[in-house]
């Protein structure tokens, strides 16, 4: 199984400032099953990158997702209030899915 | 619009069975593969299983297979979870979730809570 580590466990920044969220795994992915999710608080996951890279469907360009092999990298530029959540990759291959255990984005 | 709600959770006693169900509207259902992800109180997401589109394919985490089965029927757009032998640390919100073309998941329903105590 893949095991997905994602760093910092928790990252304190301010509005207007640049995250940079990693997702480490523990062998290589296939960039086409690499995807991005915000959760908020009593809410369902949200889609945001599919594919490493690919914007899904209504999210800002503030959102980008870069990476491959084992490092993929979700970055949001100019944070904004409503940003303010936790961060799931997710990798499938071999008929299975990870998940990393997260990264809590919060407000410094 | 795409819509996916789940239901069928509840209070349940170790070793018991519950039978989880989502029904889908605002799509083609039986063209998307389909998911069950799973989530414990305060804990990260957990992926339990997945179906392909006509349903003669099932895949499980190791943690869920041979207790829990999915399974769908596409004349009623409707997506299940029969979940047996339960156990306490498979309490959490179930979500459904449809499974696009990089196997991602793009639509979330808003969960079921399954809770199993005695």
């Known amino acids: 199984e893949i095991v997905l580590t994602q760093s910092p466990g928790t990252l304190s920044l301010s509005p207007g400032e640049r995250a940079t969220l990693s997702c480490r795994a523990s062998?290589?992915?296939?960039?086409?099953?690499l995807a991005w999710y915000q959760q908020k608080p009593g809410q369902a996951p949200r889609l945001l990158i599919y594919a490493a890279s690919s914007r899904a469907t209504g999210i800002s360009d503030r959102f980008s997702g870069s990476g491959s092999g084992t490092d993929f990298t979700l970055t949001i530029s100019r944070l904004e209030p409503d940003d303010f959540a936790v961060y799931y990759c997710?990798?499938?291959?071999?008929?299975?899915?990870?998940f990393g255990q997260g990264t809590k984005l919060e407000i410094k | 619009q795409v819509q996916l709600v789940e239901s069928g959770g509840g209070l349940v006693e170790p070793g018991g069975s519950l039978r989880l169900f989502c029904t889908a509207s605002g799509f083609s259902f039986s063209d998307y593969y389909m998911s069950w992800i799973r989530q414990a109180p305060g804990r990260g997401l957990e992926w339990v299983s997945y179906?392909?589109?006509?349903?003669?394919?099932?895949y499980y985490a190791d943690s869920v297979r041979g207790r829990f089965a999915i399974s769908r029927d596409n004349a009623k757009s409707s997506l299940y979870l029969q979940m047996n032998s339960l156990r306490a640390d498979d309490a959490a919100v179930y979500f459904c979730?449809?499974?696009?073309?990089?196997?991602?998941?793009?639509?979330w329903g808003q969960g079921t809570l399954v809770t199993v105590s005695s």
């Open positions: 979730a449809r499974v696009k073309n990089y196997y991602d998941n793009d639509y």
């Open positions: 179906i392909t589109s006509s349903g003669d394919g099932m």
């Open positions: 062998q290589s992915v296939s960039s086409s099953y």
């Open positions: 997710q990798q499938f291959g071999s008929s299975s899915y990870t």
